[in-house]
T-cell receptor
């Protein structure tokens, strides 16, 4: 089955700095890669996703890049703010062939200091 | 649009007791998922329903866990008997189809003593 590795496990930055979280996946058939943000006491919330036919996607201060050859994808957050502090999860799945399930990484706790 | 609802939000039980969790998905969502999230880890899929049928329960410990989704709407997840290692957050998610975005509920935090 699919295996998703995520690094780092914790990341501390100063407000205004950029943050980068990296994930690798094992199944070359995976073609959909969402990123979820989980705040304390809440369920994960989708913040951005990317499909394998696209190399990069951007939404305001967040962007995701995908390298299919190396089987890794990254989340980039620019101009970080204290409200960005949360746990971020990457995930991978295969869409379009049979039923689709998500495999999650172990998460990255992002701390943004004012 | 109302989100995924779960209850209870917290539950403390002793080992060997039984417990049940309830989930009400977003209206019209055909696919429903139950995940187990152990502290410091990502969500792990336990079971996936398509309407009222099970699509994937390969990671469900069937000797103690059971789940049902009668009428293809609400779902319940039961643990009987509970073990210490079952302490975790149990997340319910739903999506329009299994090819669409999953929306998560707030979770039920279970502590087994």
């Amino acid at each position: 089955g699919e295996n998703v590795e995520q690094h780092p496990s914790t990341l501390s930055v100063q407000e205004g700095d950029s943050a980068v979280i990296k994930c690798t996946y094992s199944d070359s058939a995976s073609n959909y890669f969402p990123w979820y943000k989980q705040e304390l006491g809440k369920g994960p919330q989708l913040i951005i996703d990317i499909r394998s036919n696209v190399g990069e996607k951007k939404d305001q201060r967040i962007a995701v890049t995908l390298n299919k050859t190396a089987k890794h994808f990254s989340l980039h957050i620019t101009e970080t703010q204290p409200e960005d502090s949360a746990v971020y999860f990457c995930a991978a799945s295969i869409r379009g062939s049979g039923y689709s399930t998500l495999t999650f990484g172990k998460g990255t706790m992002l701390l943004v200091s004012p | 649009e109302a989100g995924v609802a779960q209850s209870p939000r917290y539950k403390i039980i002793e080992k060997r007791q039984s417990v049940a969790f309830w989930c009400n998905p977003i209206s019209g969502h055909a696919t429903l998922y139950w995940y187990q999230q152990i502290l410091g880890q990502g969500p792990k899929l336990l079971i996936q329903f398509q309407n009222n049928g099970v699509v994937d329960d390969s990671q469900l410990p069937k000797d103690r866990f059971s789940a049902e989704r009668l009428k293809g709407v609400d779902s319940t997840l039961k643990i009987q008997p509970a073990k210490l290692e079952d302490s975790a957050v149990y997340l319910c998610a739903s999506s329009l189809t299994d090819q669409e975005t999953q929306y998560f509920g707030p979770g039920t935090r279970l502590l087994v003593l």
